[in-house]
C-alpha cells in the first residue's frame, strides 16, 4: 500500500472526505463515481495530524475547508481551546494561499454540521479564486458525524461554536472572560486527552450521535456504521453532481479513516495509527 502522497501525487481538483475508511467506500463509490481506486495510507489519524504532516510549505491552493480546524483565523491548532488537543503549531493560513471558511459561512445550525451542498455552493461562487490558485481542494464535513439523516449533531456543533467564541474573543483584544474562562481552558485539553483514552467515554460521544432505539436495537457498531454509511452516500451525490462541472484532473481521498470499535477505538483520535483510521481512499476520477 503507497502513502497518500497527497501533494505529489497529480491533480487539479481534489475533494476530500472527512473521516472516510477504505472500506464502506469501495463498497459505494461505484454507484456514483467512475474510476480507478487504490487504498493508500493516510499521514495522520485525525484532521489536525493529517493538514500539519501534509501541508509543511506554502502551497498556492484554494482550498473550500468544511472543516472548523482548517480556517482562516491564523490561531495555530496547539492554541485553539475546542477539539484539537494537540501540540502542533500549524495554522492554514501560514501554508495555504487562501482558505475558504465553508465550516461558518455554509453552516447549519438544525443540523449541526456543514451539509455537502455548502461546499459546491461556495466553490462555485469563488470562480475567479480557482482560476488563479494552481490547485484547489473541496473539503466535505462529511461521512463524519453529525449524520444527516438524524439532524440532531451536537458534537461538531460545540467545536464550531467554540472556536467561532475564540476568534472573537482575540479580535476584542482577549477579553475572553477573566481567570475561571483562563482556567477552563487551561483544563479542558487535560480532560478531552484522558477521555480519549477510554474506550466508553467514546462509545459515549457516539451514542449523542445515534437514534436510541436503532442503538438498543443493534448495537453501537452496526447502528453507526448504517448511518455512517448513509452520510458518505449523501456526501458522494454531491460530489459527483459537481465532478460533472469540474474541468480537470480530479481525486476523491479523506484526510484519515474512522473507527467503529476495531482495537478498542471509537471514531479518530490524534496519533492513532491503526488500518481504520489510515486506510483512506484514493480514486483518481475518469
Not at 85 to 104: R, T
Not at 131 to 140: G, L
Not at 205 to 232: C, F, I, M, Q, S
Request: glycine share 8%; charged share 30%; hydrophobic share 35%.
Amino acid at each position: 500500500m503507497d502513502d497518500q502522497h497527497f501533494l505529489e501525487s497529480e491533480w487539479d481538483y481534489c475533494l476530500v472526505l472527512d473521516a472516510c475508511r477504505y472500506d464502506v467506500f469501495s463498497e459505494v463509490y461505484d454507484e456514483y463515481l467512475d474510476g480507478t481506486l487504490e487504498k493508500r495510507w493516510s499521514t495522520g489519524s485525525s484532521t489536525p495530524e493529517w493538514a500539519y504532516r501534509t501541508f509543511t510549505d506554502e502551497h498556492d491552493i484554494a482550498y473550500f475547508s468544511g472543516n472548523p480546524f482548517i480556517n482562516d483565523l491564523g490561531i495555530p491548532l496547539n492554541e485553539l481551546k475546542w477539539g484539537a488537543s494537540c501540540d502542533y503549531e500549524w495554522s492554514a493560513s501560514d501554508h495555504i494561499s487562501n482558505v475558504f471558511d465553508v465550516w461558518k459561512t455554509g453552516w447549519d445550525d438544525d443540523l449541526g454540521t456543514v451539509p455537502p451542498d455548502s461546499l459546491g455552493d461556495a466553490f462555485r461562487n469563488n470562480p475567479e479564486a480557482v482560476e488563479r490558485a494552481e490547485r484547489t481542494v473541496i473539503h466535505y464535513m462529511q461521512p463524519h458525524a453529525p449524520y444527516l439523516s438524524r439532524g440532531k449533531g451536537q458534537k461538531l456543533k460545540q467545536i464550531q461554536k467554540g472556536i467561532r467564541k475564540q476568534e472573537e474573543a482575540e479580535q476584542s483584544d482577549g477579553e475572553g472572560g477573566g481567570t475561571l474562562s483562563s482556567l477552563g481552558d487551561t483544563i479542558r485539553p487535560k480532560v478531552e486527552n484522558t477521555l480519549e483514552g477510554s474506550e466508553l467515554a467514546q462509545k459515549a460521544g457516539l451514542w449523542l450521535e445515534l437514534d436510541p432505539a436503532d442503538l438498543v436495537k443493534n448495537g453501537t457498531r452496526e447502528a453507526a456504521l448504517a448511518l455512517y454509511e448513509e452520510n458518505l452516500r449523501i456526501a458522494l451525490e454531491s460530489v459527483a453532481d459537481l465532478v460533472e462541472e469540474l474541468d480537470g484532473r480530479v481525486v476523491v481521498t479523506a484526510d484519515h479513516g474512522e473507527a467503529f470499535g476495531e482495537e478498542g477505538v471509537w471514531e479518530h483520535h490524534i496519533e492513532t495509527h491503526i488500518p481504520p483510521l489510515m486506510e483512506v481512499p484514493w480514486l483518481e476520477v475518469e
